[in-house]
């Protein structure tokens, strides 16, 4: 790898701002759900959010250097 790649390899493998807040929507939803004492959350669109989309969510806010409780998953 080429110092000068560096630019482009950050920019493909770095997820979006809207990837992180969508991620951190996700986050924020089955932390309240858990808060409340359901355990279910469900996204933006009604798709329920399962422990497989937490982790990945968890993953996308840790790409992006801005990690938020990883335990949580």
């Known amino acids: 790898m080429h110092p000068g790649q560096l630019s482009t390899i950050n920019d ?3 997820p979006s701002e809207q990837e992180v807040a969508s991620a951190r ?16 959350a469900v996204d933006d669109d009604g798709r329920l959010i399962d ?3 937490v982790r990945s969510a968890a993953g996308v806010v840790s790409r992006a250097g ?3 409780n990883p335990e949580a998953c």
């Open 12 to 14: 493909v493998f770095s």
């Open 25 to 40: 929507r996700v986050l924020d939803a089955i932390a309240r759900a858990e808060r409340d004492g359901s355990g279910v």
């Open 51 to 53: 422990r497989a989309v």
């Open 66 to 68: 801005l990690d938020e």
